[in-house]
């Protein structure tokens, strides 16, 4: 009986982690779920679409982080970026990294097709324990985000 058990238990294991990479979006280990980054960036507004990651994910079996970082891509709603860059100045300026910490390594090669990033420090954020920097592509309304305690 007790090996019948543990056949059961290696059956389901599989089958549970098959279940959680279809609903992460298969190829990659990411979050499609916009609340927390609607949470994390009220500005942007509602997000119709989205591809992240946490420095929380994929517990690499060492001590925990107090610090949380995600990375990631969000599509804005139809108008909202024209409305952010009529309120602030925004400079052509793509993120000087490509995805390099060990967490974001499923989001290269990822988000819009020949992005054409631009920014506005007006509406990065650095201090106190958090930053968040945002660049955006005007072609797909695709916000590209990296921020440090964004919840704080």
């Not at 389901?12 to 927390?36: E, I, M, N």
């Not at 925990?64 to 909202?80: H, M, N, Q, T, Y």
């Not at 968040?132 to 921020?147: K, P």
Request: charged share 20%; glycine share 12%.
């Amino acid at each position: 009986m007790i090996g019948t058990g543990m056949g059961l238990g290696l059956a389901v294991l599989p089958a549970w982690w098959l279940l959680q990479r279809v609903a992460s979006g298969g190829k990659g280990d990411w979050h499609t779920d916009t609340a927390p980054l609607e949470q994390a960036f009220p500005l942007l507004g509602p997000l119709s679409d989205a591809k992240w990651v946490s420095s929380r994910d994929n517990d690499r079996g060492g001590i925990p982080s107090p610090e949380l970082v995600i990375s990631g891509f969000a599509r804005l709603a139809p108008g909202k970026l024209a409305e952010l860059t009529a309120a602030h100045t925004f400079v052509s300026e793509g993120p000087t990294d490509d995805f390099s910490s060990w967490f974001e390594k499923s989001l290269k090669g990822e988000g819009p097709q020949n992005p054409q990033w631009v920014r506005s420090r007006e509406l990065d954020r650095d201090g106190g324990g958090h930053s968040t920097h945002l660049w955006f592509d005007r072609r797909s309304d695709t916000a590209r985000f990296r921020a440090l305690n964004p919840y704080g």
